[in-house]
């Protein structure tokens, strides 16, 4: 009877299948066969926290195949993946299989295994266990936990901020992280404070820096020399005086090698130094994790990516420093091994550290068989795991004190010097924004020696405020704080973009005002359930269910009690008390101090009323205290200290500009903001008669356009003169698409540089006779950007602007940037992946897509027809082709 092995993905099933022989059928559940239906009800703490599951259509065909394949055999094995998720997957399978009566007289048993190579794979089978209850348990209360708050909180809410999105356990509190960030930034107030960098000379000519720390006898603050007259004395006095060595420490120290990379190690070192995200990481991890063709084998080549463990298995190890002895030399390899210890207090399960799967297997030699960013990955892993079994590296730092005759100026010079290199020969850590290091060499001075003193150099500096979160930053807070779990920041940042939460802007996490406002909401409201102790509290909590060490529904009994309550608190809650609460807390952010002096919240249209913080059907904005009497809104941005410039360079305005009254009419002429700009209007609406608009071409300022300007463009289209050939007229005007000119039906659109008012008649008969930029003969459109060679044919990645938003072009497939992205900031690595998935839906424009659609409309898989649905009638050929078909499609 052969025997039935399960693992998660059909790539892992085709490596293993060949591990195991023909007497195994190996079959991949495609991750997660059921899951909680997405309806309120599917989790009852009424019953106990009782739960139903639903397996969705796409895995039913999954669960179907392993039923059949599991009657007769004599073993199940469940290979799923060798962390919380995968055991819950496991537990999942074997469930449905039990509650279809699939298991009689069918052993089974669950294997787990860190590597997918030959060997590993054979020795998790011949050790198999059972499926660890208290991991399932853990899978559980977490499940229950993150629907309980998304199907409970959700609706608040909703109904108390039109508008909104969900919320979730983890994504609100990784959410607040980046509010309150952004917050000190706003509140942050620069300080200006100068320093004094003078230049010595040794007497065999070496030259050195030195910074000023004492002045008069007192140590020197960093605000100490707060203007630029108090740093010019200091400089008259250091000026003014001979100088030399006071006292020279020097002090060898050690830097031991990072130890092997953990999930949330590995996505901070690739955001840093690959650029890539979070998810991206872990896509690509996955891949060379599940395997990769290597001369005709695949090949697993790292271990499990999903991981808090650091230490690495005794034979990796050993395979490790017989590497590095024969490639570096003794003098690399320490006396011992090197053991590491998570410092996390909840670490997860304990598994090995992620690393390569052989050693031997180096980034070079594996070239040729992996892309660009498998290749850069891997290299980044095996480096890494090599490096933290190396020596350490040796450093001499050096403090150098110098000091004037009379004891009144003291200056310091600081360094160090590489004495051995060690794990530095290889690798090194990457750094974020605030952290730094001291590199300077210094030469060799004795005290008391006498220095000749040269450049005394003044520096103007300003404090700057914290940075924004990036991935590497935000993941390693999280990861500090014990919020989340490793396996879960991808999908957190993922879901808080998703939501229109935060956008990442130049790599940087920026929070969108309804994030913002949900923030705000949920810390006024609900406080308990956004406090990093709380959340962290609350994950330890799960770790000591998985360890078996607690009740997995009592923690559900306690949360749900205390939860229920607050959200039982809110059902009276006003809307209007929300508002004025989230009001009250992000007035300073919606209304900045202005330069001018003027009320920040006073209405710029009615004058009367006072701006606040107002909500409808769609959400939240700005709007005058005086409605009905004035109607004055503006979308929730932050506006400029004094409203001078919109995106398009128009100028912005708070309510209309009045230029003056034009002569013909008498009638007024003003300058306001639209929701598509600004636009120039002759007069008032009187009764259902709508007076004369028309938008401001690019380049117009509404904040500087004149009253003829403004007259000149409401009398657009004007006729600029009779073409010389038919003398038809040639007109000039503003249309859907921009400035024109038009002869006739012929139209062609003139160049931002130009002038719709200015434009003359011979530029505009030049224009006419141009090519048609129409199908067929289409303008060639500049490329805004070149992010550089495609790793697979070397043809550019170009970024363009279109009519529907930018995207990036490789060839004949055109990918539009989403989640954020900006066409200046984005990466070649960020494009790379959006082009992948273009291609892989059928490639390049609106009209490919269009046949790629239609030829799948016409051709649906048999298999994919809804359960019920009748045949056609047919003659009984045609029928018995079809049903063959049908048969071939399902199975």
């Known amino acids: 009877m052969p025997n039935v092995l399960v693992v998660e993905s059909p790539a892992k099933a085709k490596t293993i299948s060949k591990y195991l022989g023909p007497g195994y059928t190996v079959l991949a559940s495609f991750g997660h066969v059921r899951d909680l239906p997405a309806k309120d009800g599917s989790v009852r703490p009424d019953e106990d926290f009782a739960m139903d599951w639903e397996v969705d259509a796409r895995s039913q065909q999954r669960v179907n195949d392993i039923a059949r394949a599991v009657k007769g055999a004599k ?305 980044l892993i095996w480096k890494r795991t090599v490096a933290c079994q190396m020596e350490s590296a040796v450093l001499d ?210 004058e009367k009323g006072r701006l606040s913080l107002k909500l409808g059907k769609f959400g939240g904005f700005i709007g005058c205290s005086n409605y009905p009497e004035c109607r004055y809104t503006r979308k929730l941005t932050v506006p400029p200290a004094n409203d001078n410039g919109d995106a398009n360079g128009n100028g912005a305005l708070d309510g209309p500009r009045e230029l003056g009254i034009d002569p013909d009419t008498g009638k007024t002429v003003t300058v306001r903001q639209g929701p598509y700009g600004a636009y120039a209007q002759l007069g008032e609406a009187e009764g259902k008669e709508k007076p004369k608009r028309a938008s401001l071409p690019k380049g117009y300022s509404a904040t500087e356009v004149t009253l003829e300007q403004a007259l000149a463009i409401l009398a657009l289209p004007r006729e600029l003169g009779k073409h010389p050939e038919d003398g038809q007229p040639i007109v000039a005007g503003i249309g859907r698409f921009g400035p024109y000119v038009r002869h006739g039906s012929n139209y062609r659109s003139i160049p931002a540089d130009e002038d719709v008012l200015s434009i003359g008649m011979n530029r505009a008969v030049a224009l006419l006779a141009e090519p048609k930029a129409g199908r067929g003969s289409r303008a060639p459109v500049k490329a805004l950007r070149t992010l550089g060679p495609h790793p697979d044919d070397g043809q550019p990645v170009e970024v363009y602007s279109g009519r529907y938003g930018p995207y990036v072009k490789h060839g004949k497939v055109n990918a539009t940037l989403t989640n954020g992205l900006a066409p200046e900031a984005v990466t070649l690595e960020q494009a790379l992946p959006l082009l992948a998935a273009r291609a892989a839906n059928g490639g390049g424009g609106r009209r490919g897509n269009r046949r790629a659609a239609s030829k799948k409309a016409a051709a649906p898989k048999a298999a994919d027809k809804p359960a019920g649905t009748k045949k056609p009638a047919a003659k009984k050929p045609a029928a018995k082709k079809k049903k063959a078909a049908g048969k071939k499609a399902a199975a």
């Open 397 to 606: 730092q050096v403090t150098v004190d110098i000091e004037s005759g009379d004891h009144n100026v003291r200056l310091r010079a600081t360094g160090s010097v590489m004495k051995f290199d060690g794990f530095l020969k290889l690798y090194e850590e990457g750094k974020d924004d605030e952290e730094s290091e001291n590199g300077t060499r210094l030469p060799d001075v004795q005290p008391q020696e006498a220095l000749q003193r040269g450049e005394v150099k003044p520096e103007q500096h300003f404090t700057e405020p914290p940075p924004r979160y990036s991935e590497a930053s935000l993941v390693k807070k999280l990861e500090e704080l014990g919020i989340g779990r490793p396996s879960t920041y991808a999908s957190i940042i993922e879901v808080l973009q998703t939501r229109g939460y935060v956008i990442l802007e130049r790599k940087r996490f920026v929070p969108e005002d309804r994030g913002r406002i949900v923030t705000s909401f949920l810390v006024t409201y609900f406080p308990r359930y956004v406090e990093y102790d709380f959340t962290a509290g609350l994950e330890e909590q799960l770790d000591d269910i998985s360890g078996g060490r607690v009740d997995w529904r009592a923690v559900l009994r306690d949360f749900w009690r205390d939860f229920k309550g607050a959200v039982d608190g809110t059902s009276e809650l006003r809307v209007k008390d929300v508002l004025d609460a989230i009001d009250a807390e992000l007035g300073p952010h919606f209304f900045p101090e202005r330069t001018d002096g003027k009320d920040p919240r006073g209405c710029p249209a009615c």
């Open 75 to 379: 073993t199940l094995y469940l290979a799923t993946d060798p962390d919380r998720e995968g055991e819950a997957i496991s537990w999942h399978v074997m469930d449905i299989l039990a509650r279809k009566n699939a298991l009689k007289g069918v052993a089974v048993k669950r294997v787990a295994f860190n590597a997918i190579t030959k060997q590993a794979v054979q020795d998790a089978v011949a050790h198999p266990r059972d499926i660890d209850q208290p991991l399932v348990e853990a899978y559980l209360a977490r499940r229950a936990l993150d629907y309980l708050v998304g199907f409970t909180l959700s609706p608040v809410l909703w109904r108390k901020l039109p508008g909104s999105r969900s919320a979730g356990r983890v994504q609100s509190v990784a959410l607040r992280l980046i509010c309150e960030r952004e917050a000190e930034i706003e509140a942050f107030r620069s300080r200006e404070y100068w320093t004094i960098d003078t230049l010595f000379t040794t007497p065999r000519g070496q030259i050195f820096s030195a910074r000023l720390t004492h002045l008069n006898g007192q140590k020197l603050d960093k605000f100490d020399l707060p203007t630029e007259a108090e740093a010019m004395a200091a400089k008259a006095q250091i000026e003014s005086r001979a100088f030399s060595v006071a006292g020279v420490d020097r002090r060898q120290v050690k830097r031991n090698p990072p130890p092997p990379f953990i999930t949330s190690t590995l996505q901070m070192e690739a955001s840093r130094k690959l650029g890539l995200g979070a998810a991206q990481t872990m896509r690509v991890a996955q891949r060379l994790y599940e395997g990769v063709d290597v001369d005709g084998e695949t090949v697993g080549l790292i271990t499990y990516m999903r991981t808090d463990g650091v230490d690495m298995a005794p034979e990796a190890r050993a395979q490790t420093r017989r590497l590095i002895e024969s490639r570096y030399g003794k003098d690399y390899l320490p006396d011992q091994p090197r053991f590491y210890t998570s410092k996390q207090k909840n670490a997860q399960e304990a598994h090995e550290a992620i690393r390569p799967t052989d050693l031997f297997r180096t980034p070079e030699s594996l070239a040729r068989h992996l892309d660009r960013d498998q290749l850069r990955l891997y290299e």
